[in-house]
T-cell receptor, first 116, second 112 residues
Framework: GAVVSQHPSRVICKSGTSVKIECRSL??????MFWYRQFPKQSLMLMAT?????????EQGVEKDKFLINHASLTLSTLTVTSAHPEDSSFYIC????????????FGPGTRLTVL | LAKTTQPISMDSYEGQEVNITCSHN???????ITWYQQFPSQGPRFIIQ???TKVTNEVASLFIPADRKSSTLSLPRVSLSDTAVYYC?????????????FGSGTRLQVQP
């Protein structure tokens, strides 16, 4: 199947700083990528839909000015957590649709963010 | 999107067959049923997808009755490495283009 990577796999930062997380589709082009957040022992919750060349669509309750999404190319979407606070500590996961005959959605390995 | 209901947790032993059933009473005509597996601190991994009857791959089998109001994921001869959370999702058009709505999933614990 198609491969989606994320970088970094884990990051620890101080409160008030910004953190950028990259999501890449390694062997296919993805016009749409999705960003999810998962707290411990909970399920994945959709944060936003990232569209190449246009603005992201955010779910209700997700602050677009805090979670900046840039989908500048067909293989890269970035999520920047601005002015991070301890409550932003979570597991962030991206996914992408490979398109064509393969209609499966593939997930990245996730990024563990810890804000001190 | 159709709501899904699945057991919160299940326990099994190595070598046993595990069947996880998911209810989706409001499934629509164009909905597909997809199962994902998630290990701790990893992204979900696609296991299997089906529309009706039975689908089998190298990892699992998916049984879907004629009314499609439920589905059963069957894992043959589980091992310790099958300990994970299993999510049942129902979405239209194979859902590749749409964001997925994850329920609580079933936490499978395999004992030696």
């Amino acid at each position: 199947g198609a491969v989606v990577s994320q970088h970094p796999s884990r990051v620890i930062c101080k409160s008030g700083t910004s953190v950028k997380i990259e999501c890449r589709s390694l062997d296919f082009q993805a016009t749409t990528m999705f960003w999810y957040r998962q707290f411990p022992k909970q399920s994945l919750m959709l944060m936003a839909t990232s569209n190449e060349g246009s603005k992201a669509t955010y779910e209700q309750g997700v602050e677009k000015d805090k979670f900046l999404i840039n989908h500048a190319s067909l293989t890269l979407s970035t999520l920047t957590v601005t002015s991070a606070h301890p409550e932003d500590s979570s597991f962030y996961i991206c996914s992408a649709f490979s398109g064509g005959a393969d209609t499966t959605q593939y997930f990245g390995p996730g990024t563990r963010l810890t804000v001190l | 999107l159709a709501k899904t209901t699945q057991p919160i947790s299940m326990d099994s032993y190595e070598g046993q067959e595990v069947n996880i059933t998911c209810s989706h009473n409001n499934i629509a005509t164009n909905d597909y049923i997809t199962w994902y597996q998630q290990f701790p601190s990893q992204g979900p991994r696609f296991i299997i997808q089906g529309y009706k009857t039975k689908v089998t791959n190298e990892v699992a089998s998916l049984f879907i009755p004629a009314d499609r109001k439920s589905s059963t994921l069957s894992l043959p001869r589980v091992s310790l490495s099958d300990t994970a959370v299993y999510y049942c999702l129902v979405a239209p058009d194979r859902a590749g283009r749409r964001a997925l709505t994850f329920g609580s999933g079933t936490r499978l614990q395999v004992q030696p």
